[in-house]
């Protein structure tokens, strides 16, 4: 499985970046290789809309999954309409690395979004 996790840098080691649109990096975690690989965001010069943006980029990725800390309507509509299962760290983010991240999934510690759970959005 494809994992995408929203990063503040190019490596595991990463922080994870919470904001979903405006993340600096997306890390794609290989689960089946065992591979790491950085995309640098191509949507921060963006003034709106960076949410659809970076899920359209997760999807060019193949990423069948996405580890966040918060994302918005819009962006949730299209990962969820194209199958991809959307967790979050909540507010612990920060305190993470990506490296982290399989770990945690595997003993269900991170958050299965149904919903959006973007803290200020624009409706």
Known sequence: M???ITSHGQDK???IDPRFGRAEYLIIHDTQTGSWEAHISQNLVESNGTGIHAAR????LGAEMLITGHVGPKAFRILNANGLKVYSVGDTGDKLTADKIPALLTAGKL???NVPNA?????
Do not use: G, P, T, V
């Open 2 to 4: 494809r994992i995408a």
């Open 13 to 15: 080691s990463s922080l």
């Open 57 to 60: 980029n997760i999807l060019e």
């Open 111 to 113: 958050i299965k979004l």
């Open 119 to 123: 803290i200020d959005f624009k409706k």
